[in-house]
C-alpha cells in the first residue's frame, strides 16, 4: 500500500536532555528520542501527564514558576520545551550560566505575547492579516471598528482557547476583558502549515505542507491532509516565508508556521508555535523523518533528517466527546484499529472532558480519496468518552 518507511535513526549514547512539560509533545518526543539513545527528563505540575512513566526522570513542578525552572534546569546540558508557555526568567538566567536552551528564551519572548508575535512580522515584512492591540473590553466598546473580527488574547491561549470571533456590537458583551490582539477577519480559501526545522550550525529542513480542517466547535484542528492541495507556486512561497522567520528568528528547533491562503491567492501568516506541533503529528508514519526526531537533531545540533514524504496522509484529532467528564474509555477502538493504514495514537491521559486532546488518528493510503472516506470512518467510529 505505501513504501516501508526507512529507519535511518543516529544513535547518540551519551546526549541528554530536559524537557518543561510532559504533554503528548513530549511523550511523542520521547518515543522518537528512545530509539536514538537519548536520554529525556520532564518537569509538569501533572504527575499522571503522558510523559510521568515514561521519560528517564520526571519531576513534578511548575514549568510556569522561576524556582521550579531553574532547579530544574541548572544541571541539565540542553533544555528545550514542550509548550511555549513556561517562565523565560529562569531560562534567561540558565542561558547565562551556560545552559543550552532551546527555542532560545528572546524568541519565546516574541512568541508568547501574541501582540509582540504581530510587531515581529510588521517588522520583518511577513505577511499578515491587519490588526490592531487593545488593553481590554472598555477599548472595544469605546472603538470605531468592523465586524466580524477575531479577538486574541495576547498570553495564555492555547488549544483553540483564547480566540474567538466577534459577529456584532451585541456580542461585546461576550469580549476577553484582558490585552488583546484584534484581527480583521480573513475570507480564506484554506488555512495551511509549514513546520520548518534548524539545528545549532544554521541547516535548515522543511516538511511539506499540509493541509488543516478546524473544528468550527472546538476551534482546533478536526482534519489534517498531506500532501496540502495547493500549487507549488504557493507551496514553495510559504516554505519562503517560514524558512525566513526562522532565520530572523534565530531560532534552534522546529517552527510551526500557520497560514491563510485568501481566495486571491495571498498567503497571511496567523500563528508561529515554537515547538512540535499538532500539524505535523502524521510525520511519524508518513515521512522519512518525524518531526519529533527532527527537533531532536536540531538542539542536539546533529545533521537534520530527510523531510521526504513516503505516501499522502491524513490526521484525525482524537477530542474528548462533549458532556462526557471523567475516565477516559475509547468507544469503537478495536474495529478502527483493526482497518488497514490506520495507525491510532493515545495519549495517556486518565480523563477526559470535552474537547480535550485524548489522541490522534493517522491514516494512510495509495490515494487521497482512499484516505479521506478512511478518516470519515475513523471521525464516526471512534469516539473518546467517560465510564
Known amino acids: 500500500m505505501h513504501q516501508q518507511k526507512q529507519e535511518k535513526i543516529k544513535i547518540v549514547q551519551t546526549a541528554s536532555i530536559g524537557v518543561l512539560g510532559g504533554g503528548q509533545l513530549g511523550m511523542m518526543m520521547i518515543e522518537a528520542a528512545k530509539k536514538m539513545g537519548v536520554e529525556v527528563h520532564c518537569l509538569d505540575p501533572n504527575p499522571s501527564a ?9 519531576t513534578v513542578g511548575d514549568f510556569n514558576n522561576y524556582e521550579d525552572v531553574y532547579q530544574f534546569g541548572k544541571n541539565k546540558k540542553v533544555l528545550t520545551i514542550e509548550i511555549e508557555n513556561v517562565n523565560i526568567e529562569a531560562l534567561e538566567v540558565l542561558e547565562k550560566e551556560g545552559v543550552k536552551v532551546y527555542p ?30 487593545v488593553e481590554g473590553k472598555a477599548a472595544l466598546v ?6 466580524p473580527f477575531v479577538q486574541k488574547l495576547r498570553v495564555g491561549g492555547y488549544d483553540g482557547k483564547g480566540v474567538q470571533v466577534i459577529r456584532n456590537k451585541e456580542e461585546l458583551n461576550f469580549a476577553f476583558d484582558a490585552p488583546s490582539v484584534i484581527e480583521s477577519m480573513i475570507d480564506f480559501e484554506k488555512e495551511i502549515s509549514i513546520i520548518v526545522a534548524r539545528n545549532v550550525s544554521g541547516q535548515l529542513a522543511v516538511f511539506p505542507a499540509v493541509e488543516c480542517e478546524f473544528s468550527k466547535e472546538a476551534n482546533l484542528v478536526e482534519f489534517q491532509f498531506s500532501p496540502a492541495a495547493i500549487s507549488l507556486e504557493i507551496e514553495q512561497k510559504a516554505i519562503e516565508i517560514a524558512s ?8 534552534v528547533g522546529i517552527l510551526a508556521v500557520e497560514f491563510f491562503l485568501t481566495k486571491q491567492g495571498d498567503l497571511l501568516v496567523n500563528e508561529i508555535a515554537p515547538r512540535t506541533h499538532n500539524s505535523g503529528h502524521h510525520t511519524i508514519e508518513c515521512c522519512e523523518t518525524s518531526q519529533f526526531e527532527q527537533h531532536l537533531r536540531a538542539v542536539l545540533n546533529l ?30 477502538l478495536a474495529a478502527i484499529e483493526e482497518i488497514p493504514g490506520v495507525f ?35 471521525k464516526s467510529g471512534l469516539r473518546c468518552i467517560s465510564k
Open 50 to 58: 503522558p510523559c510521568a512513566k515514561i521519560a528517564d526522570t520526571f
Open 142 to 147: 469605546q472603538g470605531d471598528l468592523s465586524y
Open 344 to 378: 491510532v495514537h493515545l495519549y495517556r491521559k486518565e480523563k477526559t472532558s470535552p474537547n480535550r486532546k485524548m489522541g490522534h488518528v493517522t491514516i494512510l493510503g495509495k490515494s487521497m480519496e482512499e484516505i479521506k472516506a478512511k478518516a470519515t470512518l475513523v
Open 303 to 332: 545533521e537534520l533528517g530527510s523531510t521526504r514524504l513516503i505516501c499522502p496522509a491524513a490526521m484525525v484529532n482524537l477530542l474528548g466527546e462533549p458532556s462526557y467528564n471523567g475516565l477516559a474509555y475509547f468507544e469503537g
Open 244 to 251: 525566513s522567520i526562522i532565520q530572523s528568528l534565530d531560532l
Open 104 to 133: 532560545q528564551p528572546a524568541v519565546l519572548k516574541i512568541i508568547k505575547d501574541k501582540g509582540v508575535q504581530k510587531q515581529f512580522y510588521i517588522d520583518s515584512n511577513v505577511p499578515t492579516a491587519p490588526f490592531q492591540l
